[in-house]
């Protein structure tokens, strides 16, 4: 509960030094026109639409995003790349129309992403990551019960994370059954469809690691199989046990060892994946149907 009130001070905090640091702002700074016709036409403008464009410029003079999208603009089009046209309106779906609805599932997975990302980062503030085997409850489940069943809004944090896992997979599986069953994964898009298919690979394991974090019965039998898995691996199952699991019985290694890996490397292989993916996207284009 500390913990919460801390976070919306600190947030309250920011805002207000932010504040300040406006009322501050030189007259002699370089002012965009923006800026001057908010000044100018103040009286004609609403409250939210002065806000934005007030906080607008203030960033603009700072950071030059006019300036930057100019350039980026203009690198677009030097490129000979045009805006895209809907995808009804390029493919005349009139003959595919039966395929439509599953064009938007590669946009959902991302937009699981973004959730599973938020709910998850607000979850490991409350989380402790030990599984000692010793110790009833262990502090991993002792950490989830308390997130369950003290924090506030913890239990609908903790859901939307569990059943966002379970949207973000089946949104992925469903987006590669599509890309094949409408060939999109030829030629030229053989990288592409490589890509996704490690994406796949990263997103169960994503979801794998996140299972046992509880270490909960269903977790440790989870654990158990896994670890099964891996020493049952020709040549390297030895290895791999020790890299996934910490060693190659179960311990409460297994669950730091899980809890680094779903927090920290696989976020960030899966997001180079995600923006290495859709940047093949935009150069690309979306593939007509087969």
């Not at 702002?25 to 370089?30: I, T, V």
């Not at 609403?46 to 995003?65: N, Q, V």
């Not at 100019?70 to 395929?99: N, V």
Request: net charge neutral; charged share 15%.
């Amino acid at each position: 509960m500390i913990q919460f009130w801390f976070l919306w001070i600190f947030i309250a905090f920011v805002v207000v030094i932010v504040a300040f640091t406006l009322r501050r702002e030189r007259d002699d700074m370089p002012r965009k026109d923006i800026l001057r016709a908010v000044e100018t036409n103040a009286g004609s403008m609403g409250l939210a639409e002065k806000l934005f464009l007030w906080a607008f410029s203030w960033l603009d003079t700072r950071f030059r995003i006019q300036d930057y999208w100019g350039m980026s603009k203009d690198s677009y089009y030097s490129m000979h790349r045009q805006m895209p046209l809907t995808h009804a309106e390029k493919y005349k779906l009139r003959i595919i129309w039966y395929w439509y609805p599953l064009y938007c599932l590669g946009g959902i997975s991302f937009l699981a992403f973004i959730i599973l990302v938020i709910t998850g980062t607000i979850l490991g503030f409350y989380y402790v990551p030990g599984g000692d085997l010793d110790s009833d409850p262990t502090p991993a489940y002792a950490s989830m019960e308390f997130i369950m069943l003290e924090l506030p809004f913890g239990y609908i944090i903790r859901s939307i994370h569990h059943w966002g896992t379970h949207f973000f997979v089946a949104a992925v599986f469903l987006h590669m059954c599509r890309v094949y069953f409408t060939g999109a994964y030829r030629n030229p898009r053989e990288l592409n469809w490589l890509i996704g298919v490690a994406l796949m690979f990263f997103s169960i394991f994503f979801g794998y690691s996140g299972y046992l974090l509880p270490w909960d019965s269903l977790a440790f039998g989870a654990a158990t199989i896994g670890i099964n898995m891996a020493m049952a691996t020709p040549l390297i199952g030895e290895w791999v046990a020790n890299a996934m699991f910490g060693g190659t019985t179960l311990t409460g290694q297994t669950v730091v060892r899980m809890y680094f890996l779903h927090v920290f490397v696989l976020p960030l292989i899966v997001t180079v994946l995600i923006l290495a993916h859709l940047f093949i996207v935009w150069v690309q284009g979306i593939a007509e149907p087969h």
